[in-house]
């Protein structure tokens, strides 16, 4: 393999960890780098590739391939998530800034915008999600990728990064663009999932012989230190680091059993129908039934967890 080049060390030295099929793509070799443990799809779809994932059948499709089955069932819990962040953004100052990328049909941004004062900003790759966020939601979202945006540097005081970074072709750039758009002593926020549990379903049945779909296109497995690392290097301060979903992550690793994935079919009529409910009651009850299933973990068993959130610092 010598025509790669770690995006991070730049070493040249890899291992070959499985082979996936991208989600109806096709079928790609995951590496990784044997100094620094970054592990990516070789080689990386183009630009192209990815735009044609990304249109609305990522979101409402009845192909087990593609991303979400049905994106508006997350509606609720986005809502909730965004609640939470609100909480923790007017605890810190009462106006600012916050930028949501890859903010879909923008669920998220709508908990925030409901529940603070801050000015709230999205940006999404998918016409269609960008569609419903202005149109239903009112929400203010730029169709295109970061990169491209005309947003100005030092500009946010919030980034939210959820289930974003695994996604991009560039990790290391997309960060530092992040790390410029953000006012000094901003701060980044990034869900992704644990790139040692992510992996590691693909890995064993590859071992059994066949390869696995990759229903969600994750490009890069992020191992909590390695992230870590990225982060410091580009000039990050990690202020919290909280793993997520022990038991998820227990299936991943093999500890605990896995059952078989059934996918939920459904169809375009029915889950636009449910965009028009327009129910922002959420309740006490929903709220800590959502904290409740997201019960950090104790540190050491971070990396055991199927999902990492991260806080880090513009310094
Ligand atoms: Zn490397």
Redesign the pocket.
Known sequence: MKSII??????TDFISVCRINLGGLSEREVVR??????AFVNPLPTEDELQRFYVQQYFLSDDPRWGFCNYFANRKSQYLQGRIIARRLRRWKPHGRVLDVGCATGFLLEGIRDHCTWEVFGIEISEWAVKIARTQLGLNVTLGTLEKAEFPDNFFDIILLNDILEHVRDPLQFLTTVYARLASGGKVFLRVPNGRCDILPFVQDYQKGYVRVQTQAHLYYFEPEVLQRILIAIGFRIDQVTGYGLKAGLKDLGILRRKTQVFEKTNLQQAQSETIISDKKHGLLEEWGYRLTHLPVLPFLRSFAHELHIWAQKI
Do not use: S
């Open positions: 770690c995006p991070f060390c730049e070493n780098c044997t100094n620094c443990r970054l």
